[in-house]
């Protein structure tokens, strides 16, 4: 009875502060329903900066205190020398940098909302002789999502900018549409390339409805206004008139593909397949092994590269709510180690 009664007691009391906490979301969220969100911020990062300051640290850390000494007294006779040849050119003359981009695409492409003000940032400041890195990595998904995405990229070609792309992961689909776009494309090793063709599944309940006597009733004006549907009975003409669109959208992805890399087979790489980096090489689909890690550091040794993220402000809501989860979280662990002890 009386570790009933503690349970009870407990449990009572843990029932007391979650409703608690609840009642102050719900008060909290309904005014802050009422604000609105605030738009995003441009973040930039200097990475040869934070490279430098890295390797300066390692080399403080690793090295004896007269090696180190040695070290920054190099290291200050380089920057002079740096200095005076940057005074003896012209001043107008800029040095030429590279931007970073990072682009992890979901299947409606939504983040291309970002990448459009990232790369208008860049167009904004960028000179002659810049570069713009972007690391992409996405399996693809909706088509007018990545088209808008793969058109952001064109952007920086019609500008007349080099445009460099790299996939550590995955680019495919709609995802190596946005890669065919580049000057240069690299790929890790086991990177997956490729996938150049259309897919759409779409599940049909009629069947199921009309079992439970339920009528499903739609109404179009044209044809083809709807050539599949969920709910009512598809023909063999709506299903003929689907798959001549799936075929179209295939020819303008291919023709969207050969006018960047033209020197590729497609009857031979647009089939639908992927493959690992070590093979699109070998198919023309990639132009070079390497991580973007490795690209970057590289640019890094002789440009400055600057990381370029346009960040969305979240609402007051979704900051609350986020803060809430987390709090609903710890409680229920908390519960749930309370509950193992007590039994």
């Known amino acids: 009875m009386e570790f009933l009664y503690e349970y009870g007691l407990f449990f009572a009391k843990a029932i007391t502060i979650v409703l608690s906490i609840i009642a102050v979301v719900v008060v909290v969220l309904a005014s802050a329903i009422k604000q609105k969100g605030g738009k995003g911020e441009l973040l930039l990062t200097n990475l040869s900066e934070d490279l430098k300051n890295l390797k300066h640290d390692l080399k403080e850390e690793l090295l004896s205190k007269k090696q180190f000494k040695a070290y920054e007294k190099q290291l200050k006779a380089d920057e002079k020398a740096k200095e005076k040849a940057e005074k003896q050119q012209d001043e107008e003359a800029l040095e030429p940098r590279v931007f970073v981009v990072d682009f992890k695409g979901s299947i409606d492409a939504s983040e291309v909302a970002s990448l459009r003000e990232e790369i208008s940032a860049i167009l904004a400041i960028a000179e002659q ?13 909706m088509v007018h999502g990545y088209g808008l995405a793969s058109s952001q990229l064109d952007r920086l070609r019609q500008a007349d900018i080099h445009l460099t792309i790299c996939v550590d992961k995955v680019a495919a689909s709609g995802g190596y549409m946005m890669a065919c776009v580049a000057n240069k494309v690299y790929a890790a090793p086991f990177a997956i390339v490729g996938s150049i063709g259309v897919v759409a599944q779409i599940p049909n309940f009629n069947k199921l409805l009309k079992k439970h006597d339920i009528d499903y009733e739609q109404h179009t004006a044209g044809n083809f ?119």
Do not use: C
């Not at 002789?129 to 998904?141: L, Q, R």
């Not at 593909?257 to 639908?272: N, S, W």
């Open 129 to 141: 002789g810049d570069e713009v890195i972007v690391n992409v990595e996405s399996g693809g998904g």
């Open 225 to 343: 206004k709807r050539t599949l549907t969920l709910f009512g009975e598809n023909t063999d003409e709506g299903r003929a008139k689907f798959q001549i669109e799936l075929e179209e959208t295939h020819v303008l992805f291919k023709q969207f593909i050969a006018k960047y890399r033209p020197e590729l087979d497609l009857d031979k790489v647009a089939t639908g397949e992927h493959w690992y980096g070590q093979q699109a090489i070998e198919l023309g689909l990639i132009d070079a092994i390497s991580t973007s890690d490795d690209v970057v550091m590289k640019l890094a040794k002789e440009r400055t590269v600057i990381k370029v993220r346009y960040q969305l402000k979240k609402k007051f809501a979704d900051k609350i709510a986020h803060g809430a989860s987390l709090s609903f979280n710890a409680i229920f662990n908390r519960l749930a180690e309370k509950n193992q002890h007590l039994s």
